[in-house]
């Protein structure tokens, strides 16, 4: 069966440090690969979707980057954090561009 | 006007009640439909998928979607305790992204 796994669990970063967050994806191959970000009392937001290797789609301009180095792992990064970054960062996998999607268990990010 | 809009709640029934719960989208793109539920602080658990309009049943979880009315429904029989949650709705249509809803904050009372 497949797994999705994000690390860490929560953080808590100082305004302009660096973030890198990560997801990986067992029990598939070449995975669809998503970062979605869940504000307070907003929805779910996409930010990043990748169809493979290398291959980063950008939703929402801001100061995050993704990269995807394998092929089943998916990270999430800025080089310095505003305090509007923090919520709940998400990371999602899906087998087809247009099948379902699962969610990993989140990330807590708190930015001071 | 919001591509997906959800009532936020919070809405309470007694348990054992029929619950329902509704979406409306303003997008006639979308063609795939989902419903997640999430507990406090942890990650969206995938209830029920389904392609264009029609009903769809999973044991105490019924989806239907109705696209010339652009409005999608959750109906859980036999509420439980246990199904107290949030339940978001979300949908795409060719693009790779979901759009969500708010969610519906749902509370069962024992």
């Known amino acids: 069966s497949q797994t999705i796994h994000q690390w860490p669990a929560t953080l808590v970063q100082p305004v302009g440090s660096p973030l890198s967050l990560e997801c990986t994806v067992e029990g598939t191959s070449n995975p669809n690969l998503y970062w979605y970000r869940q504000a307070a009392g907003r929805g779910l937001q996409l930010l990043f979707y990748?169809?493979?290797?290398?291959?980063i789609s950008s939703e929402v301009p801001q100061n995050l980057s993704a990269s995807r180095p394998q092929d089943r792992q998916f990270i999430l990064s800025s080089k310095k954090l505003l305090l509007s970054d923090s919520g709940f960062y998400l990371c999602?996998?899906?087998?087809?561009?247009?099948?379902?999607?699962?969610f990993g268990p989140g990330t807590r990010l708190t930015v001071t | 006007q919001k591509e997906v809009e959800q009532d936020p709640g919070p809405l309470s029934v007694p348990e054992g009640a029929i619950v329902s719960l509704n979406c409306t989208y303003s997008?006639?793109?979308?063609?795939?439909f989902m419903w997640y539920r999430q507990y406090s602080r942890k990650g969206p658990e995938l209830l029920m998928y389904t392609y264009s309009s029609g009903n769809k049943e999973d044991g105490r979880f019924t989806a239907q979607v109705d696209k010339s009315s652009k409005y999608i429904s959750l109906f859980i029989r036999d509420s439980q305790p246990s199904d107290s949650a949030t339940y978001l709705c979300a949908m795409r249509g060719g693009a790779d992204g979901l759009t969500f809803g708010k969610g519906t904050h749902l509370i069962i009372q024992p």
């Open positions: 999602a996998w899906s087998v087809a561009r247009a099948g379902e999607q699962y």
């Open positions: 990748s169809v493979g290797i290398g291959q």
């Open positions: 997008n006639s793109a979308f063609q795939y």
